[in-house]
């Protein structure tokens, strides 16, 4: 049996372990916080190449035609894709801050589990 200290030690690493735990359930790893930035910047991405497919066809439609209503849809085609363009880039940026607050939420538990371990081996008298 452990002595009583090394006890309470024990359960007081379980305890940070199973916070730690809880903290960390939105995100596993690092590697998911690096995919998720990735698609935010996919995403912004995808945005501008449609807006930039929406400025173009308004600048043809307003220089290579001659019917007044080709360039008002002109017009609203330039509106909508610089409108896109701003939407797109306040979404990624908070997207990003969203992130960015996560990923200085997570932490490692793998060293809390090797103490943990330690602690409960050093019980049985099995110290390397």
Do not use: C, W
């Amino acid at each position: 049996m452990l002595p009583d200290p090394e006890q309470e030690e024990i359960k007081r690493l379980r305890k940070k372990l199973k916070e730690q735990e809880k903290k960390n359930a939105d995100i596993r790893g690092l590697m998911a916080i690096q995919r998720t930035i990735f698609a935010n910047e996919r995403t912004l991405m995808a945005y501008l190449r449609t807006a930039i497919a929406l400025l173009a066809g308004g600048f043809a439609a307003i220089k290579l035609s001659a019917h007044r209503y080709m360039e008002m849809m002109g017009a609203v085609l330039i509106m909508i894709g610089a409108g896109l363009v701003v939407y797109g880039f306040i979404r990624y940026f908070l997207k990003q801050r969203l992130i960015k607050k996560q990923r200085n939420d997570f932490s490692q538990i793998s060293h809390h589990h090797a103490k943990l371990h330690e602690k409960e081996a050093s019980g049985y008298g099995n110290v390397d």
